[in-house]
């Protein structure tokens, strides 16, 4: 298993400023992985956070918006840029410890942010 | 692409009473399926996950799973629930060979005293 920590745990914002979310784990990990949860709806992914290169997007999340850093198998930050009110949502982040693609996902608590 | 379908979005239940909740996913050849609880302001928690093998699956908190292959199906069940299951529980799927997780929409338990 794995104890995530994320920071901030939640956040009120102004409409397009930049947050950075963090998340640091306690052990090193093969993957890290960050979602996003809007209100009423399930988790969707945004991005792989590769150590040392450059973050696997999904479609539709692009990295001028959503920038992630992975300097090392414990450690990833992700920022959502120029934010707007649709950007309030919870921010999760999960890693993944084994080496097998069925080892399961463990996530953090999530980073609450609401954009006025 | 893979898909998954919680068909209800709330399943409100009496304390002690048995509850399914229900999920069903798109074909693939080969799946591995989760079931993750979230207690409100929470992150997520597994409850459970099927990778091979036997298709009924045992979890924490007193939680089974069936693996229905040729239904697409891996419904939650639980014989007596209490007051402290209240939560909102998401099915997961991942194709074998990915770590790629597609979530369902999720279904809110209340457990009603």
């Known amino acids: 298993s794995a104890v995530i920590s994320q920071k901030p745990s939640r956040d009120i914002c102004q409409r397009g400023t930049s947050l950075t979310i963090q998340c640091q784990v306690d052990s090193q990990v093969t993957m890290m992985f960050w979602y996003r949860q809007q209100p009423g709806q399930s988790l969707t992914l945004i991005a792989t956070?590769?150590?040392?290169?450059?973050?696997?997007?999904e479609s539709g999340f692009v990295i001028d918006k959503f920038p992630i850093s992975r300097p090392n198998l414990t450690f990833s930050t992700l920022t959502v840029s120029n934010m707007s009110p649709e950007d309030s949502s919870i921010y999760l982040c999960?890693?993944?410890?084994?080496?097998?693609?069925?080892?399961?996902?463990?996530f953090g608590p999530g980073t609450r942010l609401t954009v006025l | 692409a893979q898909s998954v379908t919680q068909l209800d979005s709330q399943v409100p239940v009496f304390e002690e009473a048995p509850v399914e909740l229900r999920c069903n996913y798109s074909s693939s050849v080969s799946v591995y399926l989760f079931w993750y609880v979230q207690y409100p302001n929470q992150g997520l928690q597994l409850l459970l996950k099927y990778l091979s093998g036997s298709t009924l699956v045992k979890g924490i908190n007193g939680f089974e799973a069936e693996f229905n292959k040729s239904q697409t199906s891996f419904h939650l069940r639980k014989p007596s629930v209490h007051i402290s299951d209240t939560a909102e529980y998401f099915c997961?799927?991942?194709?074998?060979?990915?770590?790629?997780?597609?979530f369902g929409t999720g279904t809110r338990l209340k457990v009603l005293a």
């Open positions: 956070a590769n150590q040392g290169s450059e973050a696997t997007y």
């Open positions: 997961a799927v991942s194709d074998s060979g990915t770590y790629k997780y597609i």
């Open positions: 999960s890693v993944v410890t084994g080496v097998r693609s069925y080892n399961e996902q463990f």
